[in-house]
């Protein structure tokens, strides 16, 4: 089992439509959680943080975590074409200081 | 603030060549990290620095790796004797002081092994 999973998609959403990402982890010694985005050839860009159980929002972006369940999910509203990237889902475990991240989902926004 | 810096963004080289890449944090970030990414996965945690300190390398990281932040600013990563399997993007990221900050990154190193 890999210590963090992501679905590979890619998931299609129609333009502003909601779109959902998940992630799951293995580790329950996860502290934190974060999502990136990452255009084709390009680096991952940070969209959201969460320590916390709950619901995280930022302008269109809201990241959810269960940690009972080991489970980070990122919501984007009103998706836009430009939207459209790989989301990575990364892990911070309490004894180290590196991120652990999954396979990332492609997303795509059709117009 | 400027972003993290990596420096050269491609890099083709032939097998068996040594490489060495730098890598410019953000101002003031005490933490740097490298990664190593290929093509469909996320990035691999290579290893951390906290100033000018060594903390935490990963087993991925064999002899042929070497890395150094020799004033706890800009830090280089060096392969000696590269291999095929070298070929990847080589990510740096930095980070604040703190628990939980989060890691920013540049645009990463590109390297090709002929």
């Known amino acids: 089992q890999k210590e963090v999973e992501q679905n590979s998609g890619p998931l299609s959403v129609p333009e502003g439509a909601i779109a959902s990402l998940n992630c799951t982890y293995s580790?329950?010694?996860?502290?934190?959680f974060f999502w990136y985005r990452q255009y084709s050839g390009k680096s991952p860009e940070l969209i959201m943080f969460?320590?916390?159980?709950g619901d995280k929002e930022d302008g269109r972006f809201t990241a959810q975590l269960n940690k009972a369940s080991q489970y980070v999910s990122l919501l984007i509203r009103d998706s836009q074409p430009s939207d459209s990237a790989t989301y990575l889902c990364?892990?911070?475990?309490?004894?180290?200081?590196?991120?652990?991240f999954g396979s990332g989902t492609r997303l795509l926004v059709r117009p | 603030d400027t972003g993290v810096s990596q420096d050269p963004r491609h890099k083709i080289t032939k097998r068996g060549q040594n490489v060495t890449f730098r890598c410019d944090p953000i101002?003031?970030?005490?933490?740097l990290y490298w990664y190593r990414q290929t093509l469909g996965q996320g990035p691999e945690f290579l290893t951390y620095?906290?100033?000018?300190?060594?903390?935490?390398k990963s087993r991925l990281l064999s002899d042929r790796f070497s890395a150094e932040r020799p004033k706890g600013s800009f830090s280089t990563l060096e392969i000696q004797r590269t291999e095929q399997g070298d070929s990847a993007m080589y990510l740096c990221?930095?980070?604040?002081?703190?628990?939980?900050?989060?890691?920013?990154f540049g645009d990463g190193t590109r390297l090709s092994i002929l």
């Open positions: 990221a930095s980070s604040p002081r703190g628990g939980n900050q989060p890691q920013h």
């Open positions: 620095f906290q100033n000018e300190a060594q903390l935490e």
């Open positions: 990364a892990v911070k475990v309490d004894s180290s200081y590196k991120l652990i």
């Open positions: 101002s003031e970030h005490n933490r």
């Open positions: 580790d329950r010694g996860s502290q934190s």
């Open positions: 969460i320590y916390s159980n």
